[in-house]
T-cell receptor, first 115, second 114 residues
Framework: NAGVMQNPRHLVRRRGQEARLRCSPM?????VYWYRQLPEEGLKFMVY????????ESGMPKERFSAEFPKEGPSILRIQQVVRGDSAAYFC?????????????FGPGTRLTVT | RKEVEQDPGPFNVPEGATVAFNCTYS??????FFWYRQDCRKEPKLLMS???SGNEDGRFTAQLNRASQYISLLIRDSKLSDSATYLC???????????????FGQGTILTVHP
């Protein structure tokens, strides 16, 4: 059973460009979470999605950031007009619908560098 | 006040030592508690869940005190491979429904040396 997959693993963008980060949850998992880890900081919750639904986006910056989890395909975190402060590691996690404790399995992360 | 606060560390201990990490959380509605481990900025990996009755997994023992909103992790007989950042993690819930919005502490760095 493959784990959570994220791509790309490393992404370099110039200021003003768009960044697209992809996450494929573990097989059988229908809940996806995105977290951001800024340099020298802890992980911060960004958004929680189920298929075709955004459940909680309270951690998403108000502008430039969006996320989706379509019926088919991976979840996408999109950052428009990136700035240097967006440089961070972005982790995706998934959990199965039936797990009461929602223990989450994390992907390897995408390291975004904005130059 | 941070939602989840950990010992700042870092901890540098010799092999074989016993080391304890502490963590406090501010939201009394928190329902689930975990310790995760993160190596060299890789993805966090679940180390163990934490229950009110306390739980043990080999050399690792976790304790939860709901009244004090306090969580601990004890590592006995430290190994070189235990060197990592240990993250205290809390699952907040809204309206009685768990939706897995994990809140992470800053992490405590542990280095075990020969």
């Amino acid at each position: 059973n493959a784990g959570v997959m994220q791509n790309p693993r490393h992404l370099v963008r110039r200021r003003g460009q768009e960044a697209r980060l992809r996450c494929s949850p573990m097989k059988g998992h229908s809940h996806v979470y995105w977290y951001r880890q800024l340099p020298e900081e802890g992980l911060k919750f960004m958004v929680y999605l189920q298929k075709e639904n955004i459940i909680d986006e309270s951690g998403m910056p108000k502008e430039r950031f969006s996320a989706e989890f379509p019926k088919e395909g991976p979840s996408i975190l999109r950052i428009q007009q990136v700035v240097r402060g967006d440089s961070a590691a972005y982790f995706c996690a998934s959990s199965p619908e039936t797990r009461r404790s929602y223990e989450q399995y994390f992907g390897p992360g995408t390291r975004l560098t904005v130059t | 006040r941070k939602e989840v606060e950990q010992d700042p560390g870092p901890f540098n201990v010799p092999e074989g030592a016993t080391v304890a990490f502490n963590c406090t959380y501010s939201n009394s509605a928190s329902q689930s508690f975990f310790w995760y481990r993160q190596d060299c900025r890789k993805e966090p990996k679940l180390l163990m869940s934490v229950y009110s009755s306390g739980n043990e997994d080999g050399r690792f023992t976790a304790q939860l005190n709901r009244a004090s909103q306090y969580i601990s992790l004890l590592i006995r007989d430290s190994k070189l491979s235990d060197s990592a950042t240990y993250l205290c993690v809390v699952d907040l819930r809204a309206g009685g429904t768990s939706y897995g919005k994990l809140t992470f502490g800053q992490g405590t760095i542990l280095t075990v040396h020969p």
